[in-house]
């Protein structure tokens, strides 16, 4: 056993050798050198379609995916020693996608042979980029009382109504979308469609937020027809699709940091500096940064010790809501600790005063405030957490 | 693998939440304390040792188990459960892992099978003020005989053997030593302790200076980390099973968003807490000397939890959680003194903050 895992790891550095190419093995400097992959992505840099190619080709954009369906193939096992050698060469992520977070581990679970062999392998390889319809003006926490209406036309289905916080619906070609197929129940009533975002009758309208950045948009449906082949799972099966898909999303922004790779530390060194005894001379902010880096180590242990229990066979399904809220109050946490170690150079908003770093972490900062409001709300979360783990109900 | 107990540890784990629940549940620290012992049960010492419990970090040779750190942190875990009153710690932990780094093979051969027989209890010395300074100390040595004070040494009161560490160097110091005076102190979580006096105290020196000091201290925190995860952990169950039985205008108080966003706050908080007590307890059997931060972290962060979990034990139960009755106080009572014994969280964050440079 270990002396297999010794052989893919010799053989997986030298292909990462080989294949990696050197413009890729340095972090990523801001969000706008991710690649998103789909059918209109423009790379930056030709690199990063190279190893984005290479990796697709290999399924290692989704190393434990069934290589049936362009996966890697991948045992758990096999899967850390890619992941130790990637992070060895420092390389950048190959891909960021929805598909690979969220839907394709629904798929796999829920979706019959067809719709498996047509979408999962164009999102191993990032082909097609996909958002996320949930969320609605009339549900947001309370996502299962969502309106979209999807009517059985015979041999179509039609869609009509409205979506809002649609990650980058305006650049994405599909959408899993949720969709009321019966009025007359709550959470029975609905099911889990796939739209082309291509078809008649879709429109997206950017969100401006408050860091100035639009990664959300409105998405409407208007008579928008569907084959009937597009629907995952049952007829008004789709809310424990919705939920499963919900823990991936969750363990995904949980471990999603927003302002870079900056590090408190260094900013607060920069800015306040330090005393004769090398300690950091604002006593007070050096012993909060202190207390933030220890539930930094402990939120990463947890989640290492998470990994471990689920590897020998413990069900740790339960605990995406703990990590996502725990996730989402560390880098607040850690944005709210950066701008006060930036002072005044984190009150800047744009020119040439300022350097990006700075500009980052103020804008790091106000996007960090939807962490606790995305993928499920903090207060939803602390819900869950309370009646489903700890079995706390309203009667006993 | 830092998280995966072998079998051995399996077993001991439930070998030892069997005993505890069983032979020393709270109410056994109860009945001791309304006996005014504080502190003393040597029966339920003996009952431990004949467990192996005492001699779970000696070796083989000297006939202990030599389980390691994670095997006994298990045990003090489950002990500190029930808030069972034993120098486990002081003597298992902290006498046991002093004799194995600094002791020479004579104090080794002489000291390590009494321990793991449970027949010799032994406790640290290390403060001389209100607060964890061990930097500090004003002990004076001098023709191999000390003197000076010693403050709130845990388990002075009962202790035959004790490490003593004054400034840079480490002593041993027999109970029975001519010129030490002991004044025991009756403590609020009724485990009792002593201050220690020393008038040119016959004292043998361990062998590793500052950097002992530390590594002991460092074993000293990481134990104490684990017994206080066992006590917020059984303090946050008694809160649970409280909020889904009480009943408040018309339904149980576990129904009211109010209570079960802060039990899942606590949860999270245990959760967080218990990766960091276990990755510590492996870290020391894994040796290496990165054991500093290891300790601060799990210290402080025990510290914490224990802290908001011992509060809110007693606020959530309302008028019974402040009667001496019910048990709440006991936790709350215990958790004060765990939390400020050997570096409270400030304290921590502090050295844990100069071992990441800043």
């Known amino acids: 056993m270990t002396e297999a895992l010794d052989t893919f790891r010799a053989e997986t550095r030298a292909w990462l050798e080989a294949n990696c190419p050197p413009s890729m093995r340095s972090p990523l400097a801001s969000e706008e050198d991710y690649v998103w992959g789909g059918r209109n992505f423009v790379f930056k840099q030709p690199d990063a379609k190279l190893w984005l190619e290479r990796m697709g080709a290999k399924g290692w954009t989704a190393p434990t995916w069934p290589a049936a369906f362009g996966g890697g193939g991948l045992s758990n096992a096999e899967n850390a020693v890619l992941q130790s050698e990637l992070k060895r060469i420092n390389a950048r992520p190959a891909l960021f996608s929805f598909g690979i977070w969220m839907l394709g581990p629904v798929l796999i679970e829920y979706a019959n042979e067809e719709q498996k062999k047509e979408h999962l392998p164009k999102i191993v390889r990032g082909e097609i980029r996909w958002c996320q319809g949930y969320s609605e003006p009339g549900a947001g926490s309370d996502l299962a009382g969502l309106a979209t209406k999807c009517e059985d036309r015979g041999d179509h289905w039609l869609i009509n109504g409205q979506k809002v916080w649609t990650s980058y619906a305006d650049q994405a070609d599909w959408c899993f979308c949720l969709v009321r197929t019966d009025t007359s129940v709550k959470h029975e009533g609905i099911s889990f469609i796939l739209i082309d975002m291509a078809s008649e009758g879709v429109q997206t309208r950017p969100i401006k937020l408050i860091s100035g950045a639009s990664p959300f948009c409105e998405t409407f449906f208007t008579d928008v027809r569907v084959p009937k082949g597009n629907m995952v799972g049952r007829l008004n099966g789709g809310w424990e699709i919705a939920k499963r898909l919900l823990q991936y999303e969750r363990t995904n922004i949980s471990g999603f940091g927003s302002g870079g790779g900056l590090d408190v530390v260094d900013i607060a060194k920069h800015n306040v500096g330090l005393d004769d005894s090398g300690a950091l001379a604002d006593r007070d902010l050096r012993a909060r940064i202190a207390q933030h880096k220890m539930f930094e180590r402990a939120y990463a242990l947890t989640t290492q010790r998470a990994q471990e229990e689920a590897k020998a066979g413990g069900n740790v399904s339960h605990m995406a809501s703990m990590f996502k809220v725990a996730g989402a109050t560390l880098n607040q946490e850690r944005c709210e600790l950066m701008v006060e170690a930036a002072g005044n150079r984190a009150f800047g908003w744009a020119g040439e005063a300022y350097t990006s770093e700075e500009l980052g972490v103020t804008r790091g900062w106000l996007r960090s405030k939807g962490n606790s409001i995305e993928g499920g709300t903090t207060e939803v979360n602390l819900n869950v957490v309370a009646k489903r783990v700890l079995g706390l109900r309203d009667t006993q | ?358």
């Open chain 2, 1 to 358: 693998m830092t998280f995966t107990l072998s079998e051995e540890q399996s077993l001991l784990k439930d070998a030892a939440r069997d005993f505890v629940r069983e032979q020393a549940p709270v109410t056994r620290l109860r009945t001791m304390r309304d006996a005014k012992k504080n502190g003393r049960d040597p029966q339920l010492w003996r009952e431990m040792a004949q467990m192996g419990w005492a001699g779970i970090l000696v070796p083989e040779e000297h006939g202990g188990a030599g389980l390691g750190y994670v095997g006994l942190g298990l045990v003090l875990e489950e002990t500190g459960r029930t808030l069972a009153a034993s120098p486990l710690l002081s003597t298992a932990m902290i006498g046991a892992s002093a004799l194995i780094l600094g002791g020479s093979a004579a104090q080794q051969g002489e000291w390590l099978p009494k321990i793991a027989a449970g027949e010799t209890i032994a406790a640290l010395a290390v403060d001389e003020g209100a607060h964890h300074a061990p930097e500090k100390s004003a002990l004076k040595v001098s023709g191999g005989k000390i003197s000076g004070g010693k403050a709130y040494v845990a388990d002075g009161h009962i202790a035959d053997l004790l490490v003593v560490a004054g400034g840079e160097a480490m002593f041993l110091v027999r109970g029975d030593a001519k010129g030490l005076s002991r004044r025991e102190l009756v403590t609020v979580d009724s485990r009792g302790a002593a201050d220690l006096s020393f008038e040119n105290v016959e004292a043998e020196p361990l062998k590793g200076g500052a950097a002992l000091r530390d590594a002991v201290l460092d074993r000293a925190r990481i134990g104490l980390a684990a017994e206080m995860l066992g006590q917020a952990q059984a303090a946050f169950e008694l809160t649970g099973e409280y909020l889904k039985t009480r009943k408040q205008f018309g339904q149980v108080i576990g129904g009211f968003q109010a209570l079960q966003h802060r039990a899942a706050k606590m949860f999270t908080e245990l959760e967080l807490t218990r990766s960091c007590v276990y990755a510590a307890l492996a870290a020391l059997d894994r040796g290496g000397d990165d054991i500093a931060p290891w300790a601060s972290l799990a210290k402080a962060r025990a510290g914490e939890t224990l802290h908001l979990v011992s509060n809110e034990c007693v606020q959530m139960h309302g008028g019974i959680g402040m009667t001496d009755a019910h048990d709440a106080g006991l936790y709350l009572k215990r958790a004060r003194v765990a939390e400020g014994l050997y570096g409270g969280a400030a304290y921590h964050r502090d050295r844990y903050a100069r071992t990441l440079g800043f």
